[in-house]
């Protein structure tokens, strides 16, 4: 199991030491009373009630942007035992399997789990650059029975170039057929478009952990260290140009549309364009990295956007992880994200160094993220099954 997201462990020492403190501090235990004073009149004006860290087995979720490849048998009796349905997302991604296996492998465990794993098909970004493009990729889509959606990934803006060099754009005129026929089927784009911000910035500068990693590990994404190539701002507003033509087409705007570092961004985005949506996938450390600074900040903007927020993991899943500590990362994964959107508690993380606490979104806010969002921007997906 691998997930681009940062994994974060709340420490129970630390729990108990602020415990310790609040009982010997008479300054620390006023500072509690007003703090539990201006929860209780946020918890009226949110009208709660509250899910508790043990409500995560009860309540039916669902996981809008996981990678799962292969029958992944044990990962989806996980997921079933969890009350976690899956959206599994294929990606024109080299350390992933040929997307012609992806998409068999989607297929069949849409077969095989009905009501429980939908699938989002893609197709190879060099097709674009083909003479036979765009029906060979047409053709393929067509084939991906089932698919709810259609992913674009970041190679368009960041990689796929043409015969004279110039990086193939988001808004790139030859998408528009694949655009068109996305819309024809009342189908969702899923775009990818660039990185965290972080990617443009010295490691030094970086705001969580693994960002450093995985752009150590992937140099060839680490566009600080390119600057011949097209930089964040520009493929976000070619992004947005392509959005603009199309303001009808289901937009899910990956990874908080790439504007992760700053809630304010994201409600711009979100602001512009209202059939856009986002998901937190492997980008929830950043919201908790704002909350380590201002907690009151990110809980109103979810709770502001709380219809167009989906929840997503990003974890990857295939045949190598079919083990028990595969499985338990999974849902430790899942446990952390739900500790951090459902509840108040103190939490830390090996990704920075501040302490945060939970945000304790209302359930009828987690219910939206973790599920109600996802069914009205892909009807049908979950339909049938237990
Ligand atoms: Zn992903």
């Known amino acids: 199991m691998t997930r681009m997201a940062p994994r974060h462990g709340m420490l129970a020492a630390f729990a108990c030491l602020l415990a310790g403190l609040l009982a010997t501090s008479p300054a620390l235990a006023a500072h509690a009373r007003t703090a539990h004073a201006a929860k209780a009149a946020q918890a009226t004006a949110d009208d709660g009630p509250y899910y508790d860290a043990d409500d995560f087995a009860r309540v039916d979720k669902i996981d809008a942007h996981v990678h799962v490849h292969g029958a992944a048998a044990r990962f989806m009796a996980q997921a079933l035992a969890d009350r976690m349905r899956i959206l599994t997302i294929n990606v024109d991604y080299g350390d992933f399997p040929p997307l012609v296996d992806q998409q068999a492998a989607a297929i069949a465990l849409r077969r095989d789990h009905p009501g429980q794993a939908a699938f989002v098909a893609s197709f190879p970004a060099g097709e674009l650059l083909a003479e036979d493009w765009p029906a060979r ?38 998408l528009e057929p694949l655009l068109g026929w996305i819309e024809r089927r009342g189908l969702v784009l899923l775009g990818h478009q660039a990185e965290p911000l972080n990617c443009w910035l010295p490691m030094d500068q970086m705001t969580v952990r693994s960002d450093r990693e995985y752009f150590t590990e992937h140099p060839q994404y680490y566009m600080h ?7 964040h701002e520009q493929i976000l507003a070619a992004r947005d140009r392509m959005l603009v033509r199309h303001p009808q087409m289901k937009f899910d705007a990956m990874h908080l549309a790439s504007l992760e570092w700053d809630v304010d961004r994201i409600a711009a985005f979100l602001d512009k364009f209202p059939n856009a949506s986002t998901d937190l996938a492997a980008r929830l450390v950043h919201l908790e990295y704002q909350a380590a600074h201002d907690p009151q900040k990110v809980r109103a903007f979810i709770i502001r956007y709380q219809d167009r927020l989906l929840y997503g993991s990003d974890d ?7 083990d028990a500590a595969a499985l338990a990362a999974v849902q430790a994964g899942w ?5 951090f959107l ?41 339909d049938g099954g237990p």
């Open 316 to 322: 990857s899943y295939g045949p190598a992880d079919d």
């Open 225 to 231: 260290d390119h600057p011949e190539l097209p930089g």
């Open 137 to 174: 990729t047409l053709r393929e889509l067509d084939a991906a029975a089932g698919a709810v959606g259609v992913k674009v990934w970041k190679n368009i803006g960041m990689e796929l170039r043409d015969a004279d060099g110039h990086y193939v754009m988001p808004d790139d005129a030859r």
């Open 342 to 382: 459902a509840t108040d508690q103190p939490m830390t993380t090996t990704e920075f160094a501040q302490p945060f606490r939970g945000l304790h979104l209302p359930r009828g806010v987690i219910d939206k993220l973790y599920g109600g969002n996802a069914r009205r921007l892909f009807p049908g997906a979950w």
């Open 335 to 339: 446990l952390a994200d739900w500790r």
